[in-house]
């Protein structure tokens, strides 16, 4: 069954730099489309960044410039995240599709922005 784990969170400060990396452990699937949302306490779900398999990526404005999104293969995705600021503070959730009808999502990565 597919398993996406999530790994990179953390604390850091303003102005910092955090890598989130997430591959699916446990299924052989590939996934057409990868990507990142974001939820903060009190605030709706955001969609940060994702890529689909032929390298096509939609982006959140705010993130443009600080984050790059990447996939090395059908089963992972990474965003690079630079020049971080408080109101980056969220859990970070991998999603996945399959046969653009299947989603899968993992649990989540805290990430957290203060000095």
């Known amino acids: 069954q597919v398993q996406l784990v999530e790994s990179g969170g953390g604390l850091v400060q303003p102005g910092g730099s955090l890598r989130l990396s997430c591959v699916d452990s446990?299924?052989?699937?590939?996934?057409?489309?990868m990507g990142w949302y974001r939820q903060a306490p009190g605030k709706q779900r955001e969609l940060v960044a994702n890529m689909n398999s032929g390298g096509f990526i939609n982006e959140e404005d705010s993130v443009k410039g600080r984050f790059t999104i990447s996939r090395d293969n059908a089963k992972n995705v990474n965003l690079q995240m630079n020049d971080l600021k408080p109101e980056d503070t969220a859990v970070y959730l991998c999603y996945a599709v399959r046969l653009g009808r299947h989603v899968y999502w993992g649990q989540g990565t805290q990430v957290t922005v203060s000095s």
């Open positions: 446990g299924s052989i699937y590939s996934f057409d489309v």
